[in-house]
């Protein structure tokens, strides 16, 4: 057997590896086992696995790995948050940021090697794409960060409690790898953490959000940005396909089944002049009056590539009283990271291109976002990957 060919324990799923071991003629307790040195305890050398059998673990040894991705970078900011960057086995390399905050940890994972949605202010989308992650690859994010923040069982650095998918890529059109990454994240017996504490950000994939329901119960984060169809498809591009009326429609639904006082959390990236006007905030207020919700404002934050700019302060101010005038629950989220290019919209980690758009954007030359220049038709790009398996490859 080749390597490449052996399974990774580290990415399968409470199901999927009880099956595995099931196969080899093993309890399913073995898993739990497995599962409890990989994630709780951070060991991946089999023959420290002293629970196990020595002939069993001899048999583990020769037929499976336990591969976390390859750790490349790190680089800590002055107030706490680090960014690590993650090679992955498609050859391009994504990042995750760590957001300490009170008792809470947040972690910021990657769900694929750029993106295809290509929203106009974002820096990843203008990177293009290259892979989904394995599930070993986002699950291994959370890995990485317990085992360089030394907060394995047993050691005293800062913890993990919260995973939000809000770095590189859209995780819903990397449906069946982003949900075996969350069985493991719940998982008492991995991560243990509460269904609350993990959000799935998106979009607005509709397919996606679709197959949330009954698949998962996890917090849900849908990326707004515009109070009507004209400029959100400006902003993002899938609005196309996918209109706010729908999306919101969806949104609700997912919500409605978890069937507790849960409620979604409207992300709206405040550009300069793009999507920032009082009237925005009121077309906002109508458009949510109805819809249960958590506002989140994002201040937009500016790389090179893009002539878009955050607004000031007191417009932020502005903009949020009208939503809280109006009886909505908004917060503003704070810019942490900033001096090591980790906010969010800054990840850009070095992807393969495989869709050339990168080269197209560069040749293209005049990149002056304000007049939706970069909002070309990847009309393909974006119903491939709309697909039901949600590669683009
Ligand atoms: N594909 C997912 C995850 C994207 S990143 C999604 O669209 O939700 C998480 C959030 O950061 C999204 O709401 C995204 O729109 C926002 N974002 C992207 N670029 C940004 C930028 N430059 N400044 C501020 N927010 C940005």
């Not at 819903?172 to 993990?198: I, Q, T, W």
Request: charged share 25%.
């Amino acid at each position: 057997m080749s390597t490449a060919a052996k399974p990774n324990l580290i990415g399968l799923n409470p199901v999927k590896l009880t099956a595995l071991l099931e196969s080899m003629g093993e309890k399913p307790y073995r898993a739990r086992q497995i599962m409890r040195w990989v994630h709780r305890r951070g060991v991946l050398d089999f023959s420290a696995m002293t629970d196990i059998g020595k002939t069993f673990r001899e048999r583990l040894a020769r037929e499976t790995v336990i591969a976390p991705p390859q750790l490349a970078s790190r680089h800590d900011a002055d107030d706490g948050c680090v960014k690590w960057i993650i090679g992955t086995a498609s050859g391009s390399a994504v990042e995750m940021v760590y957001i300490p905050e009170g008792g809470r940890g947040t972690l910021c994972v990657s769900s694929q090697a750029g993106c295809i949605l290509d929203c106009s202010f974002c820096a990843t989308g203008k990177q293009g794409f290259d892979s989904n992650l394995t599930s070993a690859e986002i699950v291994g994010q959370v890995w990485h960060a317990r085992r360089e923040l030394g907060s394995f069982e047993g050691g005293d650095g800062p913890p993990v409690t919260n995973v939000v998918f809000m770095g590189m890529g859209e995780p819903l059109l990397n449906f069946d790898n982003v949900m075996d990454a969350v069985d493991l994240m719940l998982s008492d017996y991995a991560y243990g953490l509460s269904k609350r504490r993990v959000t799935i950000s998106t979009a607005g994939v509709l397919p996606g959000l679709e197959r949330m329901r009954g698949r998962t119960d996890v917090s849900l984060a849908v990326s707004l940005h515009a109070p009507n169809d004209e400029l959100r498809s400006e902003l993002v591009p899938l609005n196309k396909k996918y209109p706010i009326a729908e999306l919101l429609e969806a949104t609700g639904k997912y919500m409605k089944d978890l069937g507790e006082s849960r409620e979604p959390l409207i992300e709206y990236t405040l550009i300069r002049g793009v999507n920032d006007h009082r009237q925005h905030a009121r077309e906002l207020s109508v458009l949510l009056q109805d819809f249960s919700c958590k506002v989140n404002l994002i201040p937009f934050n500016e790389f090179s590539e893009v002539s878009y700019r955050r607004p000031s302060a007191s417009s932020i101010g502005n903009f949020r009283k009208i939503l809280q005038d109006a009886g909505l629950i908004v917060t503003v989220r704070t810019t942490r990271a900033d001096g090591v290019a980790a906010a969010c919209g800054q990840l850009t980690g070095a992807v393969r291109d495989q869709t050339r758009r990168r080269e197209r954007f560069l040749r293209r030359g005049e990149s002056d976002a304000s007049n939706g220049g970069l909002i070309h038709s990847e009309k393909s790009d974006t119903r491939s990957a709309a697909g039901p398996r949600g590669t683009a490859r």
